[in-house]
């Protein structure tokens, strides 16, 4: 499977061609960087460190999405958006693993999804995943009149968008575990007096620091007893080997938006 990789100079970039040359089955097939960006021209393998690839980093998608059958996107939501667009036209798989998306950018994306498999997910590993199914049903059996749920995600501190996009998966997957929708009991910010918890919230709450890949904790707090549900990550690679593994998955599906939890069968 011939693979793009947009954004391929930044460190995600370089994780994903990494993990594609490390892949059977999986090729890399073209580079993208954004436009003025050092880097063009080079060739994308020496940069990521794994050696001559012939594949000379571009400003230009169009033509090697043309020619690819899949791309691979941790850039930016506006970004993401355009790239959709150029995956429906070549009827390609695009794996998004960007965060910070609006409703407006996800509506796009979606119906980009028409025309592409596109796999769209706030985080790309087999650990975090399994964990969304775990707090959904956790939050199922441990109603909101004994149990308060509250989030805790830590990053580095070059990361642009709170609350994480795996804050927010998870936010999602105790909001369905406890049949409610997620946007009007999420409380994201807490400063000065604020009188009692409101029953049923979903508290989310952002640390940012050093050279944290990624931490999160679903505490859930009841009566005497507190349950923590915890993932930590210690290694962008891990990202990059699910974004590779979902393209690779979607090759063969019909057109529409999918989510790493079809990918790994948690659905």
């Known amino acids: 499977m011939g693979l793009v990789v947009v954004g391929a100079a930044g460190r995600m970039g370089q ?12 090729h890399l097939a073209g580079a993208i960087e954004r436009q003025g960006s050092p880097h063009m021209g080079k060739d994308a393998g020496m940069l990521a460190g794994v050696g001559p690839l012939d594949v000379a980093i571009s400003d230009d998608p169009l033509p090697v999405f043309a020619k690819a059958d899949g791309v691979l996107d941790f850039t930016a939501p506006a970004a993401s958006v355009e790239f959709a667009g150029y995956a429906a036209q070549a009827h390609i798989v695009h794996v998004i693993g960007t965060t910070g998306c609006s409703a407006e950018d996800d509506t796009r994306i979606a119906a980009a999804a028409r025309h592409a498999r596109i796999v769209k997910s706030g985080n790309m590993s087999l650990g975090v995943n399994l964990l969304a199914v775990l707090v959904e049903q956790a939050a199922r059996a441990l109603g909101p009149e004994d149990f308060d749920i509250e989030i805790l995600e830590m ?3 070059h990361k642009v968008d709170a609350p994480s996009g795996t804050a927010i998966l998870l936010g999602e997957a105790a909001a369905a ?3 409610i929708d997620l946007a009007p009991h999420s409380v994201r910010v807490r400063d000065g007096h604020t009188g009692p918890r409101p029953a049923g919230a979903i508290g989310v709450a952002t640390l940012r620091g050093g050279s944290v ?3 999160h904790s679903v505490i859930l707090a009841g009566p005497g007893e507190r349950i923590v549900l915890s993932h930590h990550a210690e290694d962008r690679s891990l990202f990059a080997r699910g974004a590779v593994k979902a393209a690779l998955w979607a090759w063969d ?3 529409g938006l999918y989510s790493m939890r079809d990918v790994l069968g948690l659905s």
């Open 177 to 179: 575990g406890r049949e």
């Open 155 to 157: 990053h580095h501190k």
């Open 213 to 215: 890949v990624g931490d």
């Open 253 to 255: 599906k019909k057109s």
């Open 15 to 26: 994780a994903l061609i990494r993990a594609i040359h490390e892949t059977t089955g999986a």
